[in-house]
């Protein structure tokens, strides 16, 4: 069982940059792919980025790639979401996934989710 914890969610006016956190702790997190999805109100989940145990190979959505940005630390069980120019639009509950695979984008174990507030 592997469990998982956002951080780094917050209020902020359009244009400006947060950063959050995810640590994955539990047995070989730093042998999981992490990725991070959102999800706004009355909408459904979507994929935000993701990022390869082995390689640290980065996916992104490409509405999203030019100012989302995602990182892993060394020690391979923490990742990083550096999010620039954000948006009203960007308004959204921020989860973190370890564990999920890349190809479907599925599977792997979530986090509660980090609320990110994006004011006009």
């Known amino acids: 069982q592997v469990q998982v914890q956002e951080s780094g969610g917050g209020l902020v006016q359009a244009g400006g940059s947060l950063r959050l956190s995810c640590v994955g702790v539990?047995?070989?997190?730093?042998?999981?792919?992490m990725g991070w999805f959102r999800q706004a109100p009355g909408k459904e989940r979507e994929f935000v980025a993701a990022?390869?145990?082995?390689?640290?190979?980065?996916y992104s959505s490409d509405s999203m790639k030019t100012r989302f940005i995602i990182s892993r630390d060394s020690a391979r069980d923490t990742t990083y979401l550096y999010m620039n120019n954000l948006q009203p639009e960007d308004t959204a509950v921020y989860y973190c996934n370890v564990g999920l695979d890349m190809n479907t984008r599925q599977g792997g174990y979530w986090g509660q989710g980090t609320q990110v507030t994006v004011s006009s």
């Open positions: 990022i390869t145990y082995f390689s640290d190979d980065t």
């Open positions: 539990g047995p070989s997190v730093n042998k999981l792919n």
